[in-house]
């Protein structure tokens, strides 16, 4: 149970703590959300086009479908999927993630953040399940005595996939992540 985050990085968010669209406390960038065409599943783009033209000849032919399966409940001829991606360009976003990167070391103890300076650079970094962030985690469960414990959790899991993108971008010009809702 839970919700995944995969792409060129990969995790899991904190249950009951960090939200599907965390990343855009990190960057100022809106997800986009993940729309299908109904009846035949394609990936859909109702700004371009009103209908799924792969799949059907016209407009009327595929809403004809769509009302026959009696999916035309809410008068839409797509629905939105329960995953949003993230397309991060360095040259846009690299700036303003270091920066808040920064602004939350400030607000998380030192304690925890020579954990994250202890990491090896290396690509196990973009897999949150391959154990490098496990001694993190064993020490942000020893802190007792912070007056929202739960506002330091959230913190640390940001600065977790922002440490991940950070990676990530520092090679490449180009992070995609999909993040289940």
């Known amino acids: 149970m839970g919700r995944f985050y ?3 990085i990969k995790g899991k968010f904190w249950f009951g703590i960090q939200e599907s669209n965390d990343i855009s406390n990190l960057i100022d960038l809106n997800y986009i959300p993940e729309l299908f065409w109904k ?3 394609c990936q859909a ?7 799924c033209d792969k799949c ?3 407009n009327k032919e595929h809403m004809n479908k769509v009302i026959e399966e009696d999916e035309y409940n809410n008068g839409l001829m797509y629905y939105e999927q329960s995953v949003v991606t993230y ?3 360095k040259e846009l976003y690299y700036n303003e993630l270091n920066s808040n990167m920064n602004k939350l070391k400030l607000k998380i103890p030192a304690i925890i953040l020579n954990k994250f300076d202890d990491i090896q650079d290396n690509d ?3 897999d949150a399940f391959s154990g490098v962030f496990d001694d993190i985690v064993k ?3 020893t802190i007792k005595n912070t007056d929202d414990i739960n506002l330091l959790y959230a913190l640390v899991a940001r600065y ?3 440490f991940q993108i950070q990676y990530y971008l520092k090679n490449h010009d180009h992070c995609t992540i999909y993040c289940e809702c």
């Open 56 to 58: 059907f000849s016209s």
């Open 6 to 8: 995969t792409g060129d």
């Open 39 to 41: 009846i035949c599943n």
């Open 45 to 51: 783009n109702p700004l371009t086009t009103n209908y």
């Open 139 to 141: 020490v942000l469960n």
């Open 87 to 89: 397309e991060i360009d």
């Open 160 to 162: 977790t996939i922002g």
């Open 124 to 126: 196990d970094i973009l």
